[in-house]
């Protein structure tokens, strides 16, 4: 077995071809993978070791004869999607899934680093959803992104954030309270959490993509059934902080 003219390890399983019966394993160590069959017909999977997305081949009828040697090559020709994610340039984690046909074909997370899947040449779309962020552009598809055999397309995308804290105070005591994020055009909810009575939590943080957002505050415990809400905008690489003042 070969993948791209070179010899790869390959794990191969042969089936009777009438009864579908799985008749022997066998693995190829990127040499010549040889087996006795029983004369008859067989149906042959073969699929690489290791990390590769490439598709397994399935080659139908294979006909064993007594007393002869069959041989049979099986090409995997491969090519490579490499992967970079950024947040306002800087490297950032993101998972990405490699689609074809609304079917997923790979995926990975890049952990702030270009990732690299092989995969067999064709046309597909690249899912990307930032990690750690919230906001309404939080996930990207690039469409179409060509992979050629023995080559490798490189695709990136840098998502734009900017990042609110959001404090709840009464006087100088610190209040627990629920923060809520919505996308002021479609009222959708980008993000929830909690203040807590805790310095390292209050006030909250929050990794937004850029664009305008509501934030409604509802008070716990002492303060349960106070209320704040406020109208904000972020621009890319922008870092505000809200202190809302409750009696």
Same mark, same amino acid.
């Given at each position: 077995?070969?993948?791209?003219?070179?010899?790869?390890?390959?794990?191969?399983?042969?089936?009777?071809?009438?009864?579908?019966?799985?008749?022997?394993?066998?693995?190829? &160590?990127?040499?010549?993978?040889?087996?006795?069959?029983?004369?008859?017909?067989?149906?042959?999977?073969?699929?690489?070791?290791?990390?590769?997305?490439?598709? %397994? +081949? !399935?080659?139908?009828?294979?006909?064993?004869?007594?007393?002869?040697?069959? $041989?049979?090559?099986?090409?995997?020709? %491969?090519?490579?999607?490499? @992967?970079?994610?950024?947040?306002?340039?800087?490297?950032?984690?993101?998972? *990405?899934?490699?689609?074809? $046909?609304?079917?997923?074909?790979?995926?990975?997370?890049? &952990?702030?680093?270009?990732?690299?899947?092989?995969?067999?040449?064709? !046309? &597909?779309?690249?899912? #990307?959803?930032?990690?750690?962020?919230?906001?309404?552009?939080?996930?990207? @598809?690039?469409?179409?992104?060509?992979?050629?055999?023995?080559?490798?397309?490189?695709?990136? $995308?840098?998502?734009?954030?900017?990042? #609110?804290? @959001?404090?709840?105070?009464?006087? %100088?005591?610190?209040?627990?309270?629920?923060?809520? @994020?919505?996308? !002021?055009?479609?009222?959708?909810?980008?993000?929830?959490?909690?203040?807590?009575?805790?310095?390292?939590?209050?006030?909250?943080?929050?990794?937004?993509?850029?664009?305008?957002?509501?934030?409604?505050?509802?008070?716990?415990?002492?303060?349960?059934?106070?209320?704040?809400?406020?109208?904000?905008?972020?621009? %890319?690489?922008?870092? *505000?902080?809200? +202190?809302?003042?409750?009696?």
């Amino acid at each position: 077995a070969s993948k791209n003219g070179r010899p790869i390890d390959v794990v191969v399983r042969a089936f009777d071809s009438n009864t579908k019966e799985e008749t022997i394993v066998g693995r190829t &160590y990127g040499d010549t993978l040889k087996v006795y069959l029983e004369p008859k017909r067989y149906d042959l999977l073969a699929k690489p070791v290791g990390s590769s997305s490439v598709n %397994a +081949i !399935t080659i139908s009828n294979v006909q064993s004869l007594e007393e002869k040697i069959t $041989h049979q090559d099986i090409k995997f020709d %491969a090519g490579f999607i490499e @992967i970079q994610v950024f947040n306002n340039r800087v490297p950032w984690d993101a998972s *990405v899934r490699i689609m074809k $046909h609304n079917k997923s074909i790979a995926t990975t997370r890049t &952990y702030a680093k270009s990732r690299a899947l092989e995969i067999n040449p064709g !046309t &597909y779309n690249v899912l #990307i959803k930032a990690l750690k962020v919230d906001g309404k552009a939080k996930d990207f @598809i690039i469409e179409n992104v060509e992979v050629a055999v023995n080559k490798t397309r490189r695709v990136e $995308h840098d998502f734009q954030t900017g990042t #609110i804290k @959001i404090g709840v105070r009464s006087g %100088a005591e610190l209040v627990d309270a629920t923060i809520r @994020i919505f996308d !002021t055009s479609t009222g959708k909810s980008m993000a929830t959490s909690r203040t807590y009575k805790a310095e390292k939590s209050n006030p909250r943080a929050f990794i937004l993509t850029i664009g305008n957002y509501r934030a409604e505050i509802k008070a716990l415990g002492d303060y349960k059934g106070q209320k704040s809400a406020f109208d904000f905008s972020l621009r %890319a690489g922008e870092s *505000v902080e809200r +202190i809302v003042k409750l009696k």
